[in-house]
């Protein structure tokens, strides 16, 4: 695993045990908007690319009760870890497996429906990644992906990336993510032999009026940094990141969330 890689497993680790807890309702009340436009057939099988805690892959569950084979895989090992817990706990018969998108250790043609939400904006690899979730694809079956888009998060990572080079020096700041654009996402898609059903890129621009859990949240929603700070050189950096908000954004900080939402089918 490359170090960009290992730095947001670990961060994602790290963030595990408070990931539902702070972000959950907003991942599901996405995934919530594209699951009633899906249609797989009786019983599918479902996968879950970057299924993190499992809310994504236990709600299709729930939605598609019942269906065949459950699968989850995520490269944090404290997400894995998570996620198979609350399996146990919920007597959901899902296999989660610690592995990475860009080459799934799955067979071709497997599932109906492939789950990635709020993931692909990370892989590395994004031409590679969306190859892999169209080959275990049946031919019809469908992905359902969320992804952050252009220009979101931009003011944030710009900010965390200027406190890490004045907190802890220059050379412990991780690069600036880039993220796809919904132009990027759909050529991508289009590309791996799916046809494109429904891509919507929603945009918000806010102003963030109370720093620390703002902060906080994005801590633990975009973990590019953490992961291989200890928990002493994290606290820092949140707090120099709130106090500098606080002072240079008195009016709030503005910041963009923009993220599409997308279905398309496995053209047979």
């Not at 888009?149 to 406190?163: K, N």
Request: charged fraction near 20%; aromatic fraction near 8%.
């Amino acid at each position: 695993m490359d170090g960009q890689k290992a730095r947001l497993a670990m961060g994602y680790s790290r963030t595990s045990a408070l990931y539902d807890l702070l972000a959950g309702h907003g991942y599901l009340a996405a995934i919530r908007r594209l699951l009633p436009l899906v249609r797989v057939r009786h019983r599918p099988a479902i996968l879950d690319v970057g299924c993190g805690t499992g809310l994504n892959l236990f709600e299709a569950a729930r939605w598609f009760a019942p269906t065949g084979p459950l699968v989850g895989i995520d490269l944090s090992p404290g997400m894995v870890a998570v996620a198979a817990a609350k399996a146990r706990q919920l007597g959901i018969p899902a296999t989660i497996l610690l592995g990475d998108a860009e080459r799934l250790p799955l067979p071709d043609a497997s599932f109906d429906l492939v789950l990635c939400n709020s993931v692909f904006h990370w892989f590395r690899d994004r031409p590679a990644a969306m190859r892999e979730m169209a080959r275990v694809l049946k031919p019809g079956g469908q992905l359902a992906l969320i992804t952050a888009t252009a220009p979101g998060f931009r003011e944030w990572f710009l900010l965390i990336d200027a406190v890490i080079r004045v907190v802890l020096g220059p050379d412990r700041a991780p690069p600036i993510p880039e993220l796809p654009t919904a132009e990027e996402v759909a050529a991508l898609m289009q590309a791996a032999g799916l046809a494109v059903e429904r891509l919507q890129n929603r945009i918000q621009r806010d102003l963030i009026v109370q720093p620390l859990p703002f902060v906080q949240l994005m801590s633990v929603i975009a973990p590019t940094w953490p992961g291989d700070l200890s928990d002493a050189e994290v606290a820092r950096v949140q707090q120099a990141a709130a106090q500098l908000m606080a002072v240079a954004w008195p009016q709030g900080f503005p910041f963009t969330w923009s993220a599409v939402e997308a279905l398309a089918t496995k053209i047979v």
